[in-house]
């Protein structure tokens, strides 16, 4: 953890003002009760809205309780439903769906934007700025906005379908309609934050490996993934976990489009969303706790899955 | 040359394309707000900007309490904002340039606190919040987020760089005390990383959603997005005075982001290959 | 899709030591009320209650209100107040799912305290006891109700050759069967016609809304997969292989356009459907009528008001109500906003009789009026929140899928079962 750069107190308080003094307990104690204050805010608040709210949903979980009425030690027996409940396991399918079909292409525009970019081109801050322009919107007011765009009838989209002379698409009502409406806000939101972590990666690797690969009369495609990908790697890693973490914890963009059940066939009902309409508009605080272990131990899996798959693919 | 320039022409070509979709919503936004909603549900519906801009946020000011919410998010965000940078600067500081005992295991829990999904703790936090007495009231939001992982680890990696040892030697010999050194020596230097920090953090909180929207249960003390979400709930016949208030939620982060958007992209990308 | 770490989990990851400590201190313990000083906070939702007669209360009550309109999910934020102690409400709008907080009883005023049931016989009686919970303990004040008939479109009636006077839609349509035969007639008319604008607001809720039995009796026994709850599944199919319906989600902008297109000239619906079909269909104004439902009179809605054990002054709450849901404040509430008396005295006041533009100048109390006063009394239990989704959710599968209905039928009942044994009721 500690760089070597890092300079230890202890010598320099040694020969200032203390100087002729032998350290006491005292003066350790001073020595370091800055260093120990200074950090303490985390540590303090961790533990109090950190730590023990992870206890106490352990509690919780073995219980059946509204939040009102009194307690009622139920055992494994809430563990036992989430197991069997068929709404959790489409909530956590949705959920994997949506992230697949957001993360795959999102990571993939990224990346040719990045390289894009990473060319000799003008107006780049310009560009990377309206890349950039979604990540920092409001997620509510974004989900509204698009809503307009899918709405099955007078919807912006179904307007263009019909322009086209195609024919329209009940977004908001077909399950995977309303999981690609999902999955576009997604991709529409983080696509530029990802470009840009890519273009950074990009500026870091030394040209005269493009150089080389040019030599060896390389075409753009070859160099990209010869070149490019690999020495990304790292990069390409960092992504791929923040969009699990971020996928799996999908709830804004549903809550706001189909609302609290998840729309038609609950298809836009994410693990979050059935957490939150299990313990908070449904009262079952018990349950919804239970829900939160179970989010934990998948998202704990996909971690994983993924760390393996990626340093698998790498080698 | 002609296929250098051919490439080059494409190049843009994409960029355009991907840039008027990344805007494309915030036009639609803007069309609709200025327009009725009868003037959206035609076909082919209208896409230039109406003259109903100002009816339209007559009518949000009227079914929300729209200067209300905003100044509740207001509020939370800059003292949030605030908490983050002085807190977090200052463990950084800490744990990049000092030793001492059990430095290493603090770390370690620090990066560890990472792992937990926030999600897992919604439920119980509400009732914590529920025995003390916070919820509906805005130190349930604040408090929580005062000080975080990310903020220290990430600025932690920035000091380790910026802050030169030679410096910190100099105001040590000159009898500065470990507070005085974070001020006088660590701070000057770290102002592009605290601008960073703070708008990350600003529009993060300006944002959020899900927990706001579980304890916020005062309804005189709602932040914009839970505002805007039962606006949205409640009036969604009415969409043009819908997007209004969208817009109205959306203008002023998006101005806070361009101010410092140069300076915030550069430093994304080099935390995030740091890191 | 997030830098790091989550959005939350950023704000969440730490936390404030000095300050956060002060706070701590500071905040005090036990529930604080929504009400500021010595004003009584009313919760409600748009439309819920007439904002006249709120703001008269002081003058013709002598207490004061502070109305607070609660927007989103009103449940939730109410149980959430609950559970959290604070800003609860003196007083709280209560929906027509009020059996679901009478496990949670406690948490109110029991109205007869100051004696409500003086007043009981002012009230339709299907509707009071409704407000009642299975101990006796009375938590919700009848407001409105919402008798359910059939709104149409003239227009589009007469272009496919069907009645369009109310009297003889009325006879022409007298049964669900006879209804799904005038949709049939409707589409070869009119290509793409529909006569429900989603399957289940409009068919399976409504056919519902009709019977006496619905998904458990008052012992606690699941009555859901009976033969009552499975004609109204069947009716639904049928719409649905028939494609009689448009599919849209109900009162968002797809159903605005469908109600003004004329996709959908006819559903069944409760009487404040208007409030929603007025502003989302203002080109319609004019060709809608009104009459008795396919299948006979039923009830979809209609709220309560009820007063929480946290209001310091529940006998001022009392008296406020009783103003508030007089039958003469009920007639003008209906005028005002709409709502539909529970109280059957109002349908012979005058100010109920106006006709109405919306409806060519038909007089709708009539109608609906009748309705209230027929519908049979039922029973609404505290587990029909958790029940009733899975019916939606098989449906909606059935109708978006193409799943086979009697396979979507069993998935749902065992789901409802599921949900039961969690909930410890079964």
Not at chain 3, 419 to 426: A, F, N
Request: charged residues 15%; contains cysteine; glycine residues 10%.
């Amino acid at each position: 953890m500690a760089t070597t750069s890092t300079t230890t107190p202890t010598t320099l308080t040694g020969t200032g003002r203390q100087t002729g003094r032998r350290p006491s307990t005292g003066g350790r104690f001073r020595r370091y009760l800055p260093l120990y204050l200074s950090i303490s805010p985390f540590y303090i608040i961790f533990a109090i809205f950190g730590l023990f709210p992870i206890g106490y949903s352990l509690y919780l979980s073995f219980h059946s309780w509204d939040g009102i009425g009194p307690m009622k030690f139920v055992g494994l027996a809430e563990f036992r439903y989430l197991v069997s409940d068929t709404q959790f396991w489409l909530s956590v399918k949705n959920t994997v769906e949506i992230w697949i079909i957001s993360t795959i292409p999102m990571l993939f525009l990224a990346l040719v934007i990045a390289v894009i970019l990473n060319s000799s081109i003008r107006f780049k801050t310009a560009y990377r700025i309206a890349f950039f322009i979604p990540n920092v919107s409001s997620l509510v007011a974004m989900a509204i906005v698009f809503g307009s765009i899918f709405a099955n009838n007078f919807g912006l989209l179904n307007g263009l379908l019909q322009a086209l002379g195609l024919s329209q698409v009940q977004w908001l009502n077909d399950p995977w309609g309303i999981k690609i409406a999902i999955a576009v806000m997604v991709i529409w939101q983080w696509t530029g934050y990802n470009a840009i972590i890519y273009l950074a990666g990009l500026q870091a690797i030394p040209t005269d490996l493009f150089e080389a690969a040019k030599v060896d009369g390389a075409n753009v495609v070859q160099t990209f993934f010869r070149v490019t990908v690999p020495m990304l790697r790292p990069i390409i890693l960092f992504t791929v976990i923040t969009s699990t973490i971020g996928g799996m914890q999908i709830f804004t963009q549903s809550q706001v489009l189909v609302g609290n059940t998840g729309g038609p066939g609950g298809a836009g009902m994410t693990m979050v969303l059935y957490l939150y309409q299990q313990a908070f508009t449904k009262n079952d605080f018990g349950y919804g706790a239970a829900i939160g272990w179970g989010l934990f131990i998948i998202l704990l899996l996909f971690s994983i899955i993924n760390w393996r798959v990626v340093q698998r693919t790498g080698k | 040359m002609t296929q250098a320039r051919f490439a080059r022409v494409l190049a843009h070509l994409v960029l355009i394309i991907g840039a008027l979709i990344s805007l494309f919503p915030f036009y639609w936004m803007i069309v609709m707000a200025t327009n009725t909603t009868g003037d959206i549900f035609q076909f082919p519906p209208k896409l230039t900007f109406g003259s109903h801009l100002l009816g339209n946020i007559r009518n949000v000011l009227h079914n929300i309490d729209f200067f209300g919410s905003f100044l509740n998010t207001l509020l939370v965000a800059v003292v949030t904002t605030a908490l983050v940078l002085f807190f977090d600067s200052l463990a950084a500081f800490t744990f990049a340039k000092y030793d001492f005992p059990g430095k290493r295991v603090l770390f370690i829990i620090l990066l560890a606190t990472f792992m937990v999904p926030s999600q897992l703790s919604t439920v119980p936090l509400f009732v914590l919040m529920a025995h003390i007495g916070w919820v509906g009231s805005l130190p349930a939001l604040i408090v929580p987020g005062a000080v975080n992982a990310f903020g220290i680890f990430w600025m932690r990696q920035y000091i380790q760089g910026a802050v030169h040892d030679d410096l910190l030697d100099a105001g040590r010999l000159d009898g500065c005390n470990f507070f005085r050194l974070y001020r006088q020596v660590a701070i000057p230097v770290l102002r592009p990383a605290l601008a960073f920090l703070g708008i990350f953090t600003f529009v993060t909180v300006w944002n959020d959603y899900l927990w706001p929207l579980v304890v916020l249960v005062n309804p005189h003390r709602l932040t914009l997005q839970v505002a805007l979400s039962q606006l949205n709930g409640l009036y969604n016949t009415d969409y043009s005075m819908v997007m209004a208030g969208t817009l109205m939620a959306t203008v002023p982060l998006i101005l806070v982001f361009l101010l410092g958007a140069r300076q915030f992209i550069a430093n994304l990308a080099a935390g995030a290959i740091k890191a | 899709m997030t830098p790091l770490i989550t959005r939350r989990g950023f704000l969440k990851g730490g936390a404030a030591g000095v300050a956060g400590a002060a706070l701590l201190g500071a905040a005090g313990c036990g529930a604080e009320s929504a009400s500021a000083g010595s004003a009584l906070s009313v919760w409600y939702w748009t439309g819920s209650i007439s904002d006249t007669l709120l703001g008269n209360v002081q003058k013709k009550v002598g207490v004061k209100l502070e109305p607070q309109k609660i927007g989103g999910d009103f449940k939730s934020k109410f149980m959430t107040s609950l559970a959290g102690r604070s800003y609860v409400p003196d007083i709280t709008g209560i929906n027509s799912d009020v059996a679901t907080y009478f496990p949670d009883a406690d948490q109110f005023v029991d109205l007869r305290k100051f004696g409500a049931d003086k007043v009981k016989d002012q009230y339709l009686d299907w509707k009071w006891q409704q407000g009642v919970a299975n101990d006796g303990r009375m938590i919700g004040f009848p407001m409105d109700t919402g008798p359910t008939a059939l709104y149409y479109r003239t227009d589009i009636f007469k272009k496919a050759g069907l009645p369009t006077d109310p009297a003889e839609v009325e006879a022409h349509l007298g049964t669900w069967d006879d209804y799904l035969a005038a949709g049939k007639k409707l589409q070869a008319a009119i290509a793409g016609t529909c006569i429900a604008s989603a399957t289940v607001n409009d068919i399976f809720d409504q056919v519902m809304a009709q019977s006496s039995k619905q998904y458990m009796d008052r012992q606690n026994h699941f009555i859901g997969d009976q033969a009552h709850v499975r004609n109204a599944w069947d009716i639904s199919v049928k719409v649905i292989k028939s494609n009689l319906t448009a599919k849209t989600v109900s009162l968002t902008a797809d159903w605005n356009a469908v109600m003004t297109n004329g996709k959908v000239p006819c559903f069944v619906g409760a009487v404040w459907m208007k409030n929603f079909l007025g502003p989302a269909a203002p080109k319609t104004k004019g060709m809608w009528r009104v009459c008795r439902a396919p299948g006979g009179a039923g009830n979809s809605g209609g709220s309560f008001l009820g007063v929480t054990k946290y209001c310091k002054r529940p006998e001022d709450a009392y008296n406020a109500i009783r103003y508030l849901e007089s039958t003469k404040n009920q007639a003008f509430s209906y005028q005002d906003i709409n709502l539909f008396p529970s109280t059957p005295a109002s349908y012979k006041d005058p100010i109920m009789r106006k006709p109405d533009p919306f409806y060519g100048g038909q007089v709708t109390v009539d109608i609906f009026g009748s309705a209230a006063e027929q519908v049979k009394p039922f029973y609404f239990s505290p587990y029909d929140d958790a029940i009733t989704p899975a019916y939606a959710t098989e449906l909606g599968n059935v109708e978006s899928l193409g799943k086979d209905p009697d396979q979507a039928w069993n998935d749902c009942i065992g789901q409802i079962k599921r949900t039961l044994q969690h909930t410890g009721v079964i």
